[in-house]
């Protein structure tokens, strides 16, 4: 089918194939989009803290949602289900140095983190290579990233469980070692020892002997009353050698802290029933004034942190460049398609 109009030959089907070709450009750059939304690194930082006299940033992985920083506080929001980082700068992480001898201490507020709910606080060890980015491992192995895991605490207002996770591939280094105290045990809203209704401190030591991480011991503390634990090798039934098997680990240098917050099936750690285990979304939970104590012995030690407001990334910013680009680019082929309509419709 062809017709002539004002002198050349038009067919048509050339038309067709224009807008054919032009709608196949546009999701080419849709596609292309899309893969620089996910290659890109999308960690935004939140804020500056202090640990002991080093400034870090607080940057969540993956988004621009659910975490504030308010002087030494670092804020999660269950919606977003968000993972921090701790950075020593925009490109690297903060690396804890050799951690044998050593306590990490810190304050928490689990106050609407119900039943469902997981609030994390947790030391991985990644590979020497690894400087930043959004890089995630853990004893579980997600996407095949194995490493070291030691969780300083998962937990909400009915239960708290810290549990060591060494890394050589067999089921019982994934399962971990730990202990878990529950609602009876002193742990809980009104408890009888920590209530979770309200601020409370929690330390973790790693202790050692002739230069051996000989245990890890977990102490929670609120208003002159305790809980505490030891995980030992002696308490470690699934594999011999469990926690001085970490020995390496905690020295390496190579740990950083994470800190994430999600919901889900919790029974496994808070005993809840099925009924009970959605966390609730707007739920928040609050970690400050994180120090790291130069002995296993709780000393009194202040971290004085600054408040910083929202600077992005440049990942974040070439994120905003490509979409500006890619909106600009989709109203000019509009504009062009429309108009070669309209001269075909005229004629």
């Known amino acids: 089918y062809q017709r002539r109009v004002r002198g050349p030959l038009i067919h048509t089907h050339t038309h067709a194939h224009s807008l054919t070709l032009t709608m196949y450009y546009l999701l080419s750059f849709v596609g292309i989009f899309v893969y620089l939304l996910t290659t890109i690194d999308c960690l935004t930082d939140r804020g500056a803290i202090k640990i002991n006299s080093n400034t870090v940033t607080a940057r969540i992985a993956g988004g621009n949602c659910g975490v504030t920083v308010s002087g030494s506080a670092v804020s999660l929001n269950q919606n977003c289900a968000p993972r921090v980082y701790l950075m020593k700068d925009t490109s690297n992480f903060y690396k804890f140095p050799n951690m044998l001898g050593k306590t990490i201490k810190f304050t928490m507020n689990l106050a609407s983190s119900k039943c469902g709910c997981n609030a994390a606080l947790y030391f991985i060890q990644v590979p020497s290579s690894v400087t930043g980015g959004d890089y995630y491992c853990d004893a579980q192995c997600p996407d095949g990233k194995c490493c070291n895991e030691i969780d300083i605490l998962e937990a909400n207002t009915n239960a708290f469980q810290a549990t060591a996770h060494c890394n050589d591939g067999s089921n019982p280094c994934k399962w971990g070692c730990g202990k878990n105290w529950k609602i009876g045990d002193g742990y809980g809203v009104s408890g009888s020892k920590i209530n979770t ?10 202790p050692v002997s002739n230069g051996i991480l000989s245990a890890i011991k ?63 979304g707007e739920s928040t939970v609050t970690f400050k004034d994180i120090q790291i104590l130069n002995s296993v012995t709780a000393i009194s030690e202040d971290s004085i942190a600054e408040s910083k407001e929202f600077v992005g990334t440049p990942g974040f910013y070439a994120l905003i460049a490509i979409c500006v680009l890619l909106a600009l680019i989709i109203a000019v082929a509009v504009v062009v398609v429309m108009k070669r309509r309209n001269a075909i419709e005229n004629v």
Do not use: H, N
Request: proline share 1%; glycine share 10%; charged share 10%.
């Open 197 to 206: 209704a309200y601020d409370f401190t929690c330390e973790m030591s790693f």
């Open 218 to 280: 977990v102490k929670l503390s609120q208003s002159g009353r305790t809980l505490s634990y030891t995980i030992a090798d002696s308490s470690c039934s699934l594999k011999s050698s469990y926690i001085s098997g970490l020995t390496s680990a905690m020295a390496s240098g190579q740990l950083i802290l994470a800190i994430s917050y999600w919901g889900g099936d919790m029974g496994w750690m808070d005993g809840c029933s099925s009924y009970a285990t959605k966390c609730p």
